[in-house]
């Protein structure tokens, strides 16, 4: 029996076995939850829902976190099957692909701004509060995904380092508001991983070479690594957690400084 047997997991966000939150789907699976996962639009419906049948579950459903809507309806679904829920895992974040390549004061417009927070950092506060009803009287757990961007500034990344930026104020914010009815809420932020969102960063491979010569494990982090670290974070382990961004980046982002070797 794994040390989540019992819970029920909501997983927004998954899109193919090389997002994070597949990584995130197979921990907790192996770990003995129970889960359910959203969509964004029909063209991944049929795809979602196969990778969700590899994990024992049948539970999906439409969710395009744009809209208020739908946000409501997919926690009236899976109300409608369980009578609780205990972890939303957030894995969420876009923005228009003008906004993710060269100078970030040349390319940073007004809606590509409002889109990028909205989508990545505005979602999360909205999952959030629409779960309150499941998760009352459960101890529950959120957590979202974050990247070093958001207090660095990393090439290319631009208008995400400000989104990602809100989204971890998001987690102090809600940390706050939710633990006097139990529940906790942190980030993992992840060190690169090549995953689809990734590939529409500027320079991505670039980055990817970079950090697995610099961070002190000499590698780059895995969907797998996250997704450990989001079991233990989403568990009764880390009953004492809460308001936390929890790097899983092989240590780069505690180097100030690398010299090649002799």
Known sequence: MGFMAGKRALIVGLASKRSIAWGIAQAFHREGAELA?????EKLCSRVEQMASTVGSSLT???DVAEDAEIESAFDYLGNHWDGLDIVVHSVGFAPRDQLSGRYVDVVSREGYRVAH???AYSFAALARESRKLMAGRNGALLT???????????????????????????????ADLGPEG??????????IKTLAAAG?????????HVAGM??????????DVGNAAAFLCSDLAAGITGEILYVDAGYSHVGMSLDED
């Open 215 to 224: 961070t002190p494990l000499r590698k780059n982090v895995t969907i797998e």
């Open 37 to 41: 996962f959203t969509y964004q639009n």
């Open 118 to 120: 909205e989508i990545s």
């Open 183 to 192: 529940v906790r809420v942190n980030a993992i932020s992840a060190g690169p």
């Open 145 to 175: 995904l974050s990247y070093l961007g958001a207090v660095r500034a990393i090439p290319n990344y631009n208008v995400m380092g400000p989104a990602k930026a809100s989204l971890e104020a998001n987690v102090r914010f809600l940390a």
């Open 61 to 63: 459903c439409p969710l």
């Open 201 to 209: 960063s500027g320079g991505f491979r670039k980055i990817l070479g």
